[in-house]
């Protein structure tokens, strides 16, 4: 905890509270503080040096799958043949994760100034921030941030006397979880179903309106701002040595201080739950954890120690995803868990490819038999089963994100699944469900 | 964006489950796969259509990579090393088909798609065999639909076949995917119909039984049904007709034969319209003609024997004088029929006059369309065939409407090997159209002056700055080095062939030996015409008749042939009316009942006092003959059709003729044996060893020709379901190139007025007398609707669904569509869906569009369907 | 080919005709106008709360696609509605972090309040409850759209205020109407 002691809020500096109390960061403000700094520095690099820049800081996705921004960027073809397009994924719909909306709401100006230098990188003029619906306040900031800094010539034609041209709109989602996934969210833009393309073509090569085109995660881009304002060493010197850099930890379920927080990458789960948000609630015992979103394997107690970067938690076969972390102490029911999280999937999952469609669809009815105490021996043998056959045969991560919850669950407390069959019910108190 | 197309020629090594094979780089892995016989199962996969990869069966494993890849999104690259046999991919197999079938409903008996069903076949080979789902299965309710197409949306396995069909081949997003994860559903929007020509290919498509046949429905099994390879009397193309106890039953694509039996094949990428799928079953119709009938002496038609009907016509036409008798022969007649009537009319009644030609306006244009037709060297069929680098459609786009399955060989041969489209048109048809790389619209007058103007440019050379003023872009369309010419020989009854055919065949010269030509005509059989001896300046090589080759001529029909010249069918109707015979002869003129120019044709039956009739069906033309034979329908005959193309196809017998309808050659015979000539036939084939002898290719006979069945069957324990279509390397094709003008039209080019130029077409889905007689077209029937371009809506003050009046063209009401790709000063309609009326056939037709009254039945419809 | 004269075709339209700039300038911010698909639907539903057969009929005439299309994403997307809803959209987050925090008892609560259940309206028109997923206010929960509104941190006392404000029309309405069409 020593290294995180003292660190101040980069990304999140100046920014309260989870949901918008009334309080954005406004353009004057923000170029108070240098915004816009980066990009004007970006401008006189060129497009070229901007691209080794990021690529040598190392910059990785904090979407979910940590690929290095800069190795992203440089797959897009370096002509203008088509126009390129910068996406940029505000479509926050992990559960567990709320770390972009206090960006999004409360920072709007360090995300278009990302935005700009990533457009301005990848050789192209326009960018779409795409915001899923339900953030509606978001997106009220972030459009008075769009206009306020279209009004001050940072997007438009001449951004800044240079000769860069770059317009950036606003794409609106309508509740599809699907479209966080990057050729999903491209699909949706053009006016689509949003359906995750079959790879190859990636993106990079023929993404949104055929032409290439670069999605980027809100947070990310942010970073690449910071980078190219306070440079490659800067950032270097935070996190560790293949995760650099910062992230913004939300963490939410039973612990005392449930909230985002933003610490240099390298922290351990167990600094996070119990210095940060406070511990387990009501001094209850401490059952599992998401480490990263609803869509990762879950963590136990003995688990707990494993370092927060991007690498550490692949020994547990996890991932730390969009680090969202959502804490269960020991009243929490993992039949009912994962029935809950099987609804969400089964619900989101887009229906294009056999295996999500039919796989979740199933799992979903078999843990509502489950839980309801009609569950057949064998069931959870079957789960298991089909977790198996969704995982990596469907076309996005979806499929497999739906197993997340069982994959390392039903090892460890087979006794608890079995349990629902051999006594016909659920076996907990389910306290957590009084409400009021 | 251009693709690069992949050479086929390129063979690289790919290991099959330890297994080298020589597979076409960068081609499609599964096609490639599939094409050397490597069977691997998938659902979503389709060589026409895009790649979907939802189904997730075609998975195999790659040597150097972590997971299951599925194939057909992959491409043949040098030193692949797949597996396709593992227990990884045994179990992904697996586990594909046990969630496919976890809300599969179990109603395998009463679903049609039964036996020829891909998640039957699949289960057999790759699935569980038992069910580990104890939930209850998903339900949709059964919505209305289209009339044609019964869904099942249970069965459903959401391919997204249909949807990309129609997406892509109808270019209409008419079917769509609605809901949201696993409670998604293909559809239409309102449950409404699949609204276009080619629909009915979606339920070959549907590898399970969520698409299927209402005409079919409950009809029989598949493994009940007999099979005929064969060709459709009113449309290009081949078929496989289905028929038990001799009633036809279904017509799709060609089948495929698996384990012994024949399916649907549901990989095919020969679809075919509308038309003839459900067109073709016009043989249900009962109101056919069955017994010979013959004028009685109170003028009444009455039933009669063969003897006494034959006798009698062949009195009639033994006491004409050379040149008295006068033979029409409808478009739909077979090369075999073509040639007979010739040989009766040229060698055995000693006159000149015979003719196919009757669906054109004038005699200008049917000799232009004989002059295009000589000139002919291209093919439509792209599909097999090395890609064109450019098409260029002149006047032809509205074959969708007209001959939807020419149009459809042209479209998919363009699609499919990215071949660059052009057109100039005076409508152009989206369907057409979005694919176009460039478009030209231009009034019907004009399109031959564009065409000279380009041609001139050309003839000074292939410099884009010869471009002339505003046609840069079409010009640097048609400098490319090879390329087709396709020209529409029959918009407005052929009123602008006169001037088109010579402008083309100048383009021609100008593009040089790399381009080929292919005039297109709605008429089915043209070119047999052309080739078999029914067109009034050609022996039936296909040669002008002149004094050189009259001894070659004498020598195929051993018998000497009148030297007069003859005009073509519009002529002869003409002289017909003049009253200069004394016997017409129609056989199955369909053409002639709905043709525009009616009453001429009353006026040549009048005027004639003998008029025999050949037919299936009666017509105001039967009804006035003084003699009708009862012939064939489909099925019902052997014979040869030739494709505009010059690509023979076997017309197969697969029924008995009832009653006492015969096969039309044999009228044709026994007429002639009754007139003195000797040839008497046992089969069809010995008709077509004439023609074939006349052809030069005396090693041809009608069976070879016939397609040999796709598919071989598959050696147990392989799955090689792929076969290729085999056919003799044997074209009717004649390429003279002829230098010569024709007669323009005094009138065709007549200043701008208030009058609007009508440009119409015969609609392949209106009345025509074949397929209008099907029961199950009456759904298809298009409504009564005339098309205008923007600019003249709105100086007209008319908008979409505003009834009007042609005045000067018909008496029907029709409703207003307005076209944004209309030349302006351009009314568009489909003649026989109009009842158009002309008066005489010079030149272009000019109407006057007066607004009236909605027709007190579609009140009323309109009335339910509010009340609904 | 003359160019096609968009803007004079959907001089019918009345969706077009009613929101012509609106619709222009969202039209202006893609190169295709199957783009503007999804803004439009928005714009139909923030009107009329909803989105009708015959309003995606019209929709799908701006856009230039074909009405299959546009019913293909209002059917996808799980925010936009087929059938009229109340005054008030309640949106309930009803996945697991909210869940962690009762949010099965808040709809329950709301449930037997209101007497109606998942996607249901009631009576009079005012309220209907939905099941969200995932608001991204985890650390909140429970959380709730009203309309346009987050609710967090959600109490009986809370959820009462909240329907009485709405009653007493306090708050915005789902959708503005328009005249001559529907209340």
């Known amino acids: 905890m020593a290294a995180t002691n003292n660190y101040e809020p980069i990304l999140s500096a100046g920014v309260t509270g989870t949901v918008y109390s009334g309080r954005s960061e406004s353009l004057a403000d923000y170029r108070a503080k240098g915004g816009y700094d980066g990009l004007k520095r970006a401008l006189e690099m060129g497009p070229d040096k901007v691209l080794d820049l990021i690529k040598e800081a190392n910059i990785r996705g904090r979407g979910g799958a940590g690929f290095p921004a800069g190795v992203k960027w440089g797959f897009i073809p370096r002509n203008r043949e088509r126009p390129h397009y910068v996406c940029v994924n505000a479509d926050e719909s992990e559960p567990g994760t709320f770390s972009n909306r206090s960006l999004l709401e409360q920072r709007p100006h360090l995300l278009i100034e990302g935005a700009l230098i990533a457009a301005f990188a990848t050789l192209s003029e326009s960018v779409y921030v795409y915001i899923r619906k339900e953030y509606y306040e978001a997106t009220r900031q972030m459009q008075r941030a769009i206009d306020d800094a279209r009004a001050a010539g940072l997007i438009g034609k001449g951004i800044l006397g240079s000769d860069f041209n770059c317009e950036v709109a606003i794409h609106l989602g309508a509740g599809a979880y699907i479209c966080g996934e990057e050729t999903a969210l491209i699909e949706s833009i053009e006016g689509k179903r949003g359906y995750p393309r079959n790879r190859p073509p990636f993106p990079a090569i023929q993404g949104l309106y055929m032409s290439p085109t670069v999605v980027n995660n809100i947070e990310t881009l942010a970073i690449a701002a910071e980078v190219m304002r306070r440079g490659v060493e800067w950032f270097k010197g935070i996190g560790t040595e293949k995760s650099p850099g910062m992230t913004v930890y939300s963490i939410s379920g039973h612990v005392n201080r449930p909230g985002n927080y933003e610490l240099p990458l390298g922290v351990t789960m167990r600094e996070l739950i119990y210095d940060y948000a406070g511990g387990i609630r009501d001094g209850n015992k401490f059952k599992a954890v998401f480490p990263g979103g609803s869509s990762v394997p879950m963590l136990f107690e003995d688990e707990l120690d494993v370092v927060m970067d991007f690498d550490s938690p692949r020994k547990y076969n996890t991932f730390l995803g969009s680090t969202g972390i959502i804490v269960m102490d020991e009243t929490v029911c993992f039949v009912w868990a994962s029935l809950n999280l099987m609804h969400f999937y089964w619900d989101e999952s887009c229906g294009q490819c056999t295996p999500c469609r039919e796989g979740t669809n199933w799992m979903y009815k078999i843990l509502k038999r489950l839980e309801a105490g009609q569950g057949v021996n064998g069931d959870v043998e079957l789960l298991e089963d089909i977790c198996g056959n969704i995982t990596s045969r469907s076309i996005c991560a979806l499929g497999e994100f739906a197993t997340g919850s069982l994959v390392r669950t039903i090892p460890r407390f087979r006794a608890e699944f079995q349990a629902h069959i051999d006594q016909g019910r659920c076996p907990f108190e389910k306290g957590y469900m009084r409400f009021g | ?868 | 080919m003359p160019e096609l004269n968009t803007t004079s075709a959907l001089a019918t339209n009345d969706l077009y005709m009613r929101h012509r700039a609106d619709i222009d300038a969202i039209v202006a911010r893609y190169p295709i106008r199957q783009s503007a698909l999804m803004p439009i639907l928005w714009l139909i539903q923030e009107e009329d709360g909803w989105i009708s057969d015959e309003m995606m009929k019209q929709a799908a005439e701006i856009c230039e696609c074909t009405p299959a299309e546009v019913l293909e994403s209002v059917s996808f997307y799980q925010m936009y509605h087929r059938e009229p809803v109340g005054k008030y959209v309640l949106g309930i987050c009803a996945t697991l972090p909210c869940a962690l925090k009762a949010a099965d008892g808040l709809y329950a609560y709301l449930s037997e309040k209101l007497g109606i259940t998942w996607a249901e309206t009631t009576q009079d028109g005012l309220f209907t409850i939905q099941r969200r997923e995932c608001l991204g206010a985890c650390s909140e929960a429970p959380v709730m759209l009203v309309n346009q509104e987050l609710e967090t941190k959600l109490t009986r006392e809370k959820i009462d205020r909240i329907l009485e404000e709405c009653r007493q029309g306090k708050r915005k309405p789902y959708f503005t109407g328009r005249n001559g069409y529907r209340a």
């Open chain 2, 1 to 868: 964006m251009t693709m690069k197309i992949p050479d086929p020629s390129v063979l690289v090594t790919v290991t099959v489950n330890g297994r080298g094979l020589m597979l076409p780089k960068g081609k499609n892995l599964l096609q490639a796969l599939l094409d050397v016989g490597h069977y691997v199962p998938h659902y979503c996969y389709q060589p026409a259509l895009s790649v979907a990869g939802n189904c997730r069966l075609c998975l195999v494993e790659i040597e150097g990579r972590p997971k299951p890849e599925i194939s057909c999104n992959m491409v043949v690259t040098d030193g692949l090393k797949i597996r396709t046999d593992s227990e990884l991919i045994d179990d992904c197999r697996k586990g594909m088909m046990e969630f496919l079938l976890m809300n599969h409903p179990l109603d395998c008996p009463i679903c049609d798609r039964g036996g020829e069903c891909m998640l039957q076949r699949y289960s057999m080979e790759y699935g569980w065999g038992t069910a580990r789902t104890v939930d209850a299965r998903r339900r949709f309710v059964k919505p209305q639909f289209d009339p044609l197409i019964d869904i099942e949306r249970n069965r459903c396995i959401m391919c997204t076949r249909c949807v990309r069909f129609c997406d892509e081949v109808g270019n209409d997003h008419v079917m769509g995917v609605f809901g949201h994860g696993s409670r998604n559903y293909i559809g239409t929007f309102g449950n409404g119909p699949v609204s276009n020509p080619f629909s009915g290919n979606v339920i070959d498509l549907c590898p399970v039984g969520c698409l299927t046949s209402k005409p079919f429905r409950f009809e029989a099994r598949p493994w009940e049904l007999r099979q005929t390879l064969t060709t459709p009397r009113h449309a290009n193309g081949i078929v496989t007709a289905w028929t038990r106890g001799g009633r036809l039953l279904r017509v799709t694509p060609p089948a495929r034969r698996r384990h012994g039996l024949y399916t649907i094949d549901e990989d095919t990428t020969r679809f075919i319209s509308n038309e003839v799928r459900f067109g073709s079953l016009y043989t249900d119709n009962e109101d056919r003609l069955l017994e010979p009938l013959a004028r009685g002496k109170d003028g009444k038609l009455v039933k009669s024997e063969w003897e006494p009907a034959l006798d009698r016509a062949a009195e009639a036409l033994k006491a004409c004088k050379p040149g008295e008798a006068c033979f029409i022969a409808g478009e739909r007649s077979t090369n075999e029929e073509f040639y007979l009537l010739g040989r009766l009319a040229r060698a055995v009644c000693h006159t000149p006059y015979i003719d196919w030609r009757g669906r054109f306006v004038s005699e200008s244009a049917a000799q232009a369309a004989g002059v295009a037709l000589s000139a002919s060297d291209g093919d439509f069929d792209l599909l097999d065939k090395k890609a064109y680098q450019a098409m260029l459609i002149v006047a032809a786009g509205d074959l969708y409407e007209s001959a939807p399955d020419i149009s459809l060989r042209l479209r998919e041969g363009a699609r499919l090997k990215r071949t660059r489209l052009g057109l100039i048109d005076s409508r152009v048809n989206p369907w057409l159209g979005d694919l176009a790389e460039t478009a030209w619209l231009e009034q019907p007058e004009k399109i031959a002056a564009t065409l000279i103007a380009l041609a001139e440019a050309l003839e000074k050379g292939k410099d884009p700055a010869n471009a002339p003023q505003g046609m840069e872009k079409l010009f640097k369309f048609v400098t490319a080095e090879h390329g087709l010419l396709v020209l529409g020989l029959d918009s407005a009854g052929g009123a602008i062939a006169p001037e088109l055919v010579p402008a083309a065949l100048r383009i021609l010269r100008a593009l040089g030996v790399g381009w080929h030509f292919l005039p297109v005509t709605a008429a089915r059989n043209a070119k047999g015409g052309f080739v078999a001896g029914a067109q009034s300046d050609r022996v039936p090589t296909g040669r002008m008749i002149d004094p050189e080759l009259r001894v070659k001529a004498d020598e195929i029909y051993g018998s000497a042939i009148p030297a007069d010249p003859s005009p073509a069918a519009p002529g002869l109707l003409e002289m017909a009316a003049q009253g200069k015979f004394k016997v017409l002869v129609l056989h199955r003129c369909d053409e002639l009942v709905h043709h525009p120019r009616r009453e001429l044709i009353e006026k040549a039956i009048a005027a004639t006092p003998m008029v025999i009739a050949i037919d299936v069906f009666p017509s105001w033309i039967t009804e006035r003959a003084a003699i009708v034979f009862p012939g064939s329908m489909f099925m019902e005959c052997d014979g040869s059709m030739t494709d505009i193309d010059g690509t023979l196809q076997r017309m197969s017998k697969g029924c008995r003729v009832p009653g006492n309808a015969q096969e039309e050659w044999r009228i044709i015979e026994l007429l002639g044996l009754k007139l003195g000539d000797t040839r008497r036939s046992k089969r069809a084939h010995e008709i077509f060893a004439d023609l074939a002898r006349a052809w030069g290719r005396p090693d041809v006979t009608l069976d070879s020709i016939t397609l040999k069945q796709p598919g071989p069957e598959a050696p147990q324990g392989t799955h090689n379901y792929f076969g290729v279509i085999k056919r003799p390397d044997f074209k009717l094709h004649s390429s003279e190139r002829p230098e010569l003008a024709i007669a323009a039209n005094s009138n065709a080019t007549s200043g701008r007025s208030d009058l609007l130029t009508l440009w119409w077409i015969q609609h392949s889905q209106g009345p025509d007398h074949l397929g209008s007689r099907s029961s199950q077209f009456d759904a298809l029937r298009p409504r009564p609707r005339v098309e205008l371009s923007t600019a003249d809506a709105a100086r007209l003050g008319l908008k979409n669904n505003d009834w009007v009046l042609l005045e000067g063209g018909s008496e029907q009401p029709s409703q207003v569509l307005v076209n944004p790709t209309l030349a302006e000063g351009v009314v568009y309609g489909a003649a026989n869906v109009l009842g158009l009326r002309l008066a005489d056939g010079a030149g272009l037709p000019h109407v006057n569009l007066m607004p009236a009254d909605a027709p007190a039945a579609e009140i009323l419809e309109q009335e339910a369907t509010a009340r609904r």
